[in-house]
């Protein structure tokens, strides 16, 4: 009887365990080699993993160490029958390695998840985009090019997702930007690598769109367009401890540029760093544009060898200078730069190029120290149409006074 009572009890405690299955690419008959297409043994795990029913709390792909898989474009979508569902990149995964890998199929993306509850990817692997040839093509680089490309894969797309994970996962070489966030809720990215040349075209690190609670810390990120980039209806979102270049800063925006009614609030960054980067903090709208971007601070910031490490531009336009003056724009106000000290490479430390028509409101510049990386070019502060308050702020002043 008292055997009969512990087998019995000891099968309770047993049920009552978190299950974890594992769904292996290898089993699914992907071989690992770099050259053959392991494309459709990745959608089988995941089909499986997904639709695996509720008593595995939390599916696992695999993608195993020490093997290199060829991925062509690929979606993964849910929802799927569990709480949470892991993508586990230890081994290497590789794009295909030009442009005609695309050929009839949605040249935006590489790797998407689309419509995932409680997403985990992390593993400490690689995702390689390959994207040389793509650079190679791009209308930005090569407006002149017969067939040039405006329009590249983005490594690793986010849609429509809550709860997320992103961490310990190193991607290289995207086509073009390398995480994409687009109507997620719920984000949290931590310990990622990004690293592109900084010369590569539109290569963000990640790009966040349309996505609230959004969290992003100790990353390093190397790339040829924004470390980070914050797009349209925007909100709620933390920016920690991240090291940045080269690249073109930690932005928000640009915005507005399809005339659209901007909503972009409440961003936080803080505790960064930025090498050799062409921006540091950086908010950017469109005339076009109209709507808000309003309670943003930046704090707490080292700037080294920076072209531009504090700029506004409420007149962003795809070729500088070339854009009429409108009478419309995106209203910036409740922005706070304080704490931020460091080298600049050009004369302008601070630049503030606000609109006549929307001009900035509740500017805050405070305990401020840029000095020049060269010291035969002197560093300035230049502002128009940009009211605030200042304290400790080296150059300055240049706020018109609230």
Known sequence: MEVFVFLFILGLISS???????????????????????????LNAWKDACSSTPVH????????AGSTFLVKPVQFNGPCKSQHIHFIVSGTVVAPGSPPGWNGLDTSQWLSFNGVYGLIVNGGGVIDGQGKKWWDQSCRDHPNMEGCTDLAPTAM??????????????FVSSPQAHVQLFVCNGFNINNLTVQSPGDSPNTDGVHIHASKHVVITHSKISCGDDCI??????????????????????????LG??????????????????????NGAR???????????????FENLQVFSVDNPIIIDQNYCSYPGTCKEQGTGVQISDVVFQRINGTATTEAAISLNCSKAVPCLGIKLDSIDITPQIPSVPVAACCSNAHGEETSVEPGPCLKQD
Not at 159 to 166: A, E, R
């Open 229 to 254: 980039s914050i797009g349209d209806f925007t909100n709620d979102v933390e920016i920690n401890n991240v090291q940045c270049g080269p690249g073109h800063g930690i932005s928000v925006g640009s």
């Open 257 to 278: 540029k399809s005339g659209n009614f901007v909503q972009v609030e409440n961003i936080h960054i803080s505790n960064s760093t930025f090498y050799g980067t062409t």
């Open 157 to 170: 797309k986010f849609m429509f997702c809550i709860n997320t994970t992103l961490s310990n996962i190193h």
């Open 57 to 64: 709390k939390s599916p696992q792909v695999i993608i195993p």
């Open 283 to 297: 908010i950017k709208t469109w005339q076009t544009g109209r709507g808000y971007a309003r309670n943003i601070t």
């Open 16 to 42: 009552s365990r978190v299950s974890c299955k594992s769904f292996n690419v290898i089993d699914y008959g992907a071989k690992g080699d770099g050259m053959t297409d392991d494309s459709q043994a990745f």
